[in-house]
Every structure is written in structure tokens, then in C-alpha cells.
């Protein structure tokens, strides 16, 4: 979150973010809050089942009519009401080269598999976990001796960097989903 508001800031970006939206209390919600960001909590234990908790969260996000819809360091499954009300304009974050390593363990998981390389993913969202085209990606190197926090803290380095590239391609139109592939312009 905080890569994409520098970036946003610097002009690197073509686009401001609008609101920051949580499904609990975290540190990305403090820091948006500080820095006079608007906010949101949308509590999942809050609603009977995830159908109804993505229709709660669908709505919340579209009070502030965004243009892009990003999903970094949020660990939750998005019902299709949710996909599907942001079909195009909806992008995830991912500590693995997809389809690689998908899940909530992927840098836990690469270690695991002996990887010696691993990295990070921007991809469009799908109704599949850590699934759909990808529009960005990013390797990192394994390092001997690494482990989970070592190996994490070098592939978030990298996604501060395409993060807010993959939001910049996209919100410039040099990036779109097109017939379930991403198309890549220098228009």
C-alpha cells in the first residue's frame, strides 16, 4: 500500500488511491489512517457465510468507483459476486511466480521444494485461487541459508517495484485483459 501511494504521489502512477479496505484491523489500515486515507473494515465473521461477507465488501469498494481494484496482503477467498462486480480491473499480489507455489504458504512452499528461484506475481483475479493471467512478474533469487522471513523480505522489495508498475501499465491502458490474456501496448 504504501509502494502504490509513493507511486501515486511521484506521478509514476497515473491515479490516486482512493480507499484502503480491510476484512480485519492491520497495519496497512494504520498507515492509510495516517496518512488521512479513507477506510474500511469489512469483518467476515460479521456475516452468516463468504457469499454475503464478498457482497459486503463488493459494496463498500464501490462506494469509492474505482478504476482498479487491488488485492495485496489480503489472505482471503473472493466469492464470484465479488469477481465478477470487478471482472477486467481487478488484480492480485502474489509472493511466487504463478503458477507456481499459489496459496497462503507460497514463500513457506517454495523453500519447501528446493526452489532456487522464486519471486512475485501481478495477475489478474479469476474465480480460482492465485489464478489468472498474469501482468507482471518478477524473479527472486533463493539464497542458501534463507528462510521463510529472509526469502519474504527480498520478494517484497520486488513487489514494491511491480506493484505499482502492473497499476500504472493497466491504469495508462498498456495493459488490459482481452479474451482471458493480457495484452501489453505502448499505447
Known amino acids: 500500500m504504501e509502494a502504490l501511494v509513493g507511486a501515486c504521489a511521484a506521478g509514476r502512477v497515473p491515479g490516486e488511491v482512493v480507499a484502503v479496505i480491510a476484512d480485519r484491523d492491520c497495519e496497512g489500515l494504520e498507515r492509510a489512517e495516517r496518512r488521512s486515507l479513507e477506510t474500511a473494515r469489512v469483518i467476515p465473521s460479521d ?40 471482472a477486467d480491473r481487478l488484480i492480485n499480489l502474489h509472493p511466487a511466480l504463478l503458477p507456481a507455489f499459489p496459496g497462503a504458504h507460497a514463500v513457506r512452499d517454495a523453500l519447501a ?8 506475481t501481478v495477475h489478474f483475479v479469476d474465480h480460482l485461487v492465485d489464478h489468472g493471467p498474469a501482468i507482471l512478474q518478477a524473479p527472486v533469487p533463493v539464497h542458501d541459508g534463507d528462510d521463510e522471513a529472509s526469502l519474504h523480505e527480498r520478494i517484497k522489495a520486488v513487489e514494491h517495484q511491480i506493484l505499482p508498475r502492473a497499476c500504472m501499465l493497466f491504469l495508462s491502458g498498456k495493459a ?10 505502448d499505447a
Open 176 to 185: 488490459r485483459l482481452e479474451g482471458g490474456s493480457v495484452v501489453h501496448s
Open 47 to 86: 456475516f452468516p457465510d463468504r457469499d454475503t461477507w464478498s457482497a459486503a465488501l463488493r459494496d463498500e469498494v464501490a462506494k469509492h468507483e474505482p478504476a482498479l481494484v487491488v488485492s495485496a496482503g489480503f489472505m482471503r477467498i473472493l466469492a464470484p459476486v465479488f469477481v465478477d462486480a470487478y
Open 113 to 120: 521444494d528446493g526452489a532456487t528461484v522464486t519471486g512475485s
